[in-house]
């Protein structure tokens, strides 16, 4: 059974911070993996897809990178921002029928 | 991308009641997805609800409790039957990009169980 794990559960940084999320999983028979971002009580907002035959994949001030020998991913935070401060998720996506395991996620607090 | 539309965005229900949520896609899509999340939790997949066919269950989740409907490729309901207060949660619907890979999540629905 595939499980996703997040540490820390919360951060917080000042502005202007170069930062880097952690995600783990347990099996590296993965698809691919899948960045997401949740407002307080929201939804989820896609940041960055990467797929199992990639390294890494990025968007504006945001990388994830993924080791899947390691079964590990980052997500990296460029000169992070207040507007950064949410919960940041990790999803494995097995292939099977396209199902996603989640981790716990990080809370991350950006100081101004 | 693909964007979706969830109704009610919250809701404050009774015990016993049931509630249903609804789900809209912009684009057809094969495969849909209701997950639930706790307070303080991660994100559990309750079902995947395709066209056509009966919605396949995770395990600790049953359709006497969660009945879904797929009436077309578009479309979703969650309903929560016989509410309690354990069911206070998100209700989060989700869907594949038409190209088979990336997830896209409805803004959920916040259920708050007096």
């Known amino acids: 059974k595939q499980e996703v794990t997040q540490i820390p559960a919360a951060l917080s940084v000042p502005e202007g911070e170069n930062l880097v999320l952690n995600c783990s999983f347990t099996?590296?028979?993965?698809?691919?993996l899948q960045w997401f971002r949740q407002d307080p009580g929201k939804g989820l907002t896609s940041l960055l897809l990467?797929?199992?035959?990639?390294r890494e994949q990025t968007s504006g001030r945001l990388n994830a990178s993924l080791d899947k020998s390691s079964g590990r991913s980052t997500l990296y935070i460029a000169a992070s921002q207040p507007g950064d401060s949410a919960t940041y998720l990790c999803?494995?996506?097995?292939?099977?029928?396209?199902?996603?395991?989640f981790g716990k996620g990080i809370t991350l607090s950006v100081r101004p | 991308s693909a964007v979706i539309s969830q109704k009610p965005s919250r809701d404050i229900c009774q015990r016993g009641t049931s509630l249903t949520i609804q789900c809209q896609v912009d684009?057809?899509?094969?495969?849909m997805f209701w997950y639930r999340q706790q307070p303080g939790q991660s994100l559990t997949l309750i079902a995947t609800?395709?066209?056509?066919?009966?919605?396949?269950?995770e395990s600790g989740f049953v359709i006497d409790k969660f009945p879904i409907s797929r009436p077309n490729l578009t479309f979703s309901t969650l309903t929560v039957s016989n509410m309690s207060p354990e069911d206070s949660s998100i209700y989060l619907c989700?869907?594949?990009?038409?190209?088979?890979?990336?997830?896209?999540f409805g803004q959920g629905t916040r259920l708050t169980v007096v």
């Open positions: 989700s869907v594949e990009a038409p190209t088979g890979s990336e997830a896209f």
């Open positions: 099996d590296s028979a993965i698809y691919n």
């Open positions: 990467i797929q199992s035959s990639q």
């Open positions: 999803a494995v996506n097995t292939g099977a029928n396209s199902k996603l395991t």
């Open positions: 684009s057809q899509v094969t495969m």
């Open positions: 609800a395709n066209q056509g066919s009966e919605a396949t269950y």
